[in-house]
């Protein structure tokens, strides 16, 4: 239901923007749900990063504040996250989550950023 892209590789410091459509979502069932990022790395427990309800209200792990904005488009069934100043640590796999019910995941994009 979920598709994520805009992974890659880039130098500390760098920027990507990861976005999250549902093409086979329709908008009464995606424009309610709260949309979630998160992450997982090698060896790591997934963690979320971020979040934003049907209102638009946004929540950040400490760890990506003042670094990284979620937002979402309705109109397009996506959501976005905005990653700057990035550094090697936020090097992991990025999920789009929909939280539900019922509950969606895509297959996941690498970030890996290099020192």
């Known amino acids: 239901q979920l598709v994520e892209s805009g992974g890659g590789l880039v130098q500390a410091g760098g920027s990507l923007r990861l976005s999250c459509t549902a093409p086979r979502m329709i908008t009464s069932v995606f424009n309610p749900n709260t949309l979630r990022w998160y992450r997982q790395a090698p060896g790591k427990q997934r963690e979320l990063v971020a979040s934003?309800?049907?209102?638009?209200?946004?929540t950040y792990a400490d760890f990506v504040k003042g670094r990284f904005t979620i937002s979402r488009d309705n109109a397009r069934k996506k959501v976005y996250l905005e990653m700057n100043n990035l550094k090697p640590e936020d090097t992991a796999v990025y999920y789009c989550n929909s939280v539900g019910p019922p509950e969606y995941w895509g297959q996941g994009t690498q970030v890996t950023v290099s020192s």
């Open positions: 934003i309800t049907s209102a638009r209200d946004t």
